[in-house]
């Protein structure tokens, strides 16, 4: 459906984003913003706010009229500016992602980070774009320039910073080093970016030390930035993992973020009631932190750390499932130790000699428990963020597509064990607020009017590891700045979406 300057959506149960309880409402959005939330015996008239024309009007029937959801933990970097609808987020009710977690991204660029895009990095980011940014600023102009149908905002990633600062190093970096790297981390901060993001099981970023992330920690809470970090282990070493984020909000101030908080292997109910123990008291502490989990129990990246996550976890040996391999489309669906067994290798062996033939080659790991994943879901302090990989050939995981219709499907549906209000509060104005992306993430007058309306009754992920890209079930609109981006799951040709800098 087209979308006019203005719309009126009646006969809809709001839930804010900021806690308060569903209330029926009238909303009526004006040029890209709520113009006012009103009683739902008001009805739509012409005004001086929508120019003198009565606005288009949208009966909700009844459902629920939410803030956009902002997708925290995304690998999009490369995905919006070659696929301009992402129906794979607007179909979710996403309307912004958050783009270069785990220490990985296109910007700013270096000849070593184009070696690593061309291989491990290629599994994660999905796409190869052509032109490769020089700077992060370059970047953000790119996504300028290329219209889409989401809002986006880009966390620096810190890998790139290693690899243009000292190349293809595997060491400590020493001081000038680390000064090269906080200029570049102050220029992607300046021109826009919203913080910085570590992936410190990945190369470089594992080779990365205290004093390096202290430095680069200092120049984020100097600008109200936020940190972001892939931790370096998820398995047997978790706990002093995360102690290593929070050391780094106590002794630099700096906003501190858990990306997708997991604990895997055979022990990982108590780790995770050990982490959610440790994160809470230095929340209260006064540390600032928050983190991000995906619901599903199974992770995904690229094949070597899926097998390198697999032994740290100590996992079932046939933990790991070949879900991508462009070159290789034989291997889709196999268990690396079927593989091996089957070449007579080790699988650390056959991680080679898959790598030798396809560097772009993806894996799903079975790695966590579902009391881990619901106790991790139930915390205040706990975003969402799909962490999808996005994948023009091949397979993805389903959490791609499914990741929030399943939370608000499976843990919220009356009877779940998450309420409403809150799980919405920590999909929209938490993230809003805590990645400074201001006039987001509530139903208020004056908010960018970025809304999903959806029946709570009926909303559930479709997408499984067979079928990735079935969209959901329930998800009636998603409307983007006020353009109406979605209409019952089909998109329309409004590409809305702005590049969202920070603004605390």
Known sequence: MSTPDSLFISNVGVVDGLGTPVRRRNVLVVDGRIAAVTDPDDAPSSSPATGGVGPHVIDGHGRILSPGFIDVHTHDDAAVLMDPTMLCKTS??????????????????????????????????GYVIAKQPAGYGEYLRLLRESPSALNRAGLVPHGALRLAAMGDATRAADDAEIDAMCELLTAALEAGAVGMST??????????????????????????????????????????????????????????HVSHLKTTGLDGIGRMRRALDDIHAAAEAGVPVTFDVYPYTSGSTALEPALRAATSSATDPRAVRVISAPELPELEGRYLADLAEEWGTTQEQAVTRIAERDGSVTAVIEMMSPDTVAAALASPLAMIGSDGLPNPRGRTHPRMFGTFPRVLGRYVRPGGPLDLVEVIRRMTSLPAQRFGLRDRGAIQGGRCADLVLFNPAAVRDRATHDEPDLLADGIEMVIVNGAVTVNRQTPSAALAGDVLVRRP
Do not use: K
């Open 92 to 125: 979710q009710g996403v309307t912004t992602v958050v783009l270069g977690n785990c220490g990985i991204g296109i910007a700013p660029h270096s000849p070593a980070l184009g070696r690593h895009l061309a291989g491990e990095f290629a599994a994660v980011l």
């Open 199 to 256: 992936g410190l099981v990945y190369h470089p970023g594992r080779y990365a030390q205290t004093r390096e992330l202290e430095r680069l920690c200092a120049v984020l809470a100097a600008r109200g930035a936020i940190y972001a970090s892939h931790i370096r282990d998820e398995g047997a070493r978790v706990l002093e993992s995360i102690s290593e984020v929070l050391a780094l909000g106590r002794s630099t101030g700096c906003q501190v």
